[in-house]
């Protein structure tokens, strides 16, 4: 079946840095990546819509030069936060869309900005 | 765009007894509605999924049914084990684009 990894599944940083998370398709190619956020004892709201070599589609309320996306090949997607806040302390999540796969989660990025 | 509500959003069951988590969904254009089944701090598991060409899917002790002139779907869980205990999500489609989630529900099924 469709696997995607995501790295790293936590990540401590300090108020002011910026964190990188990796999302990868590990054996189909990724035509269509979206990344997620999800709040304690919230569903999981998605942030943008990313397709290979192209601009990612952010949704309503998300601040695209803080929450940087790149999905430079079929298989790697990346999710920049940049001058984190302790605010941006979530659960970040990634899912991967294949011809033949559907939707694939990550295992997910727990966040948090001290 | 698409807007998804799930009911209940806790659901407490005795062993073996059938759970049932309804959604609705209010873009007609959605054709695929997903289930997904999550533990704390995992990610989303589909357990189930179906399209709009179906009514009704079934899998072992799950099944999911869909209406579509109501615009609601529904996921039935049968002879519940404490292991089903997780939050579910339901999610839509539309038009093979993102998925649009409910709140989820948190199912507890005690011993």
């Known amino acids: 079946g469709a696997v995607v990894s995501q790295h790293p599944s936590r990540v401590i940083c300090k108020s002011g840095t910026s964190v990188k998370i990796e999302c990868r398709s590990l054996?189909?190619?990724?035509?269509?990546m979206f990344w997620y956020r999800q709040f304690p004892k919230q569903s999981l709201m998605l942030m943008a819509t990313?397709?290979?070599?192209?601009?990612?589609?952010?949704e309503q309320g998300v601040e695209k030069d803080k929450f940087l996306i790149n999905h430079a090949s079929l298989t790697l997607s990346t999710l920049t936060v940049t001058s984190a806040h302790p605010e941006d302390s979530s659960f970040y999540i990634c899912?991967?869309?294949?011809?033949?796969?559907?939707?694939?989660f990550g295992s997910g990025t727990r966040l948090t900005v001290v | 765009g698409e807007n998804v509500e799930q009911h209940p959003s806790t659901l407490s069951v005795q062993e073996g007894d059938s759970a049932v988590i309804k959604c609705t969904y209010s873009?007609?254009?959605?054709?695929?509605f997903p289930w997904y089944k999550q533990e704390l701090g995992k990610r989303p598991q589909l357990i189930i999924d179906?399209?709009?060409?179906?009514g009704e899917k079934k899998d072992q002790r799950i099944a999911v049914t869909l209406n579509k002139t109501a615009k609601h779907f529904s996921l039935h869980i049968t002879e519940t084990q404490p292991e089903d205990s997780a939050v579910y999500f339901c999610?839509?489609?539309?038009?093979?684009?993102?998925?649009?989630f409910g709140k989820g529900t948190k199912l507890t099924v005690n011993p």
């Open positions: 990313s397709n290979e070599g192209s601009k990612a589609t952010y």
């Open positions: 899912s991967a869309e294949g011809t033949h796969y559907g939707y694939t």
């Open positions: 179906i399209r709009s060409n179906v």
């Open positions: 999610a839509a489609s539309p038009n093979a684009e993102k998925l649009v």
């Open positions: 054996d189909f190619q990724a035509t269509t």
């Open positions: 873009d007609s254009a959605s054709n695929y």
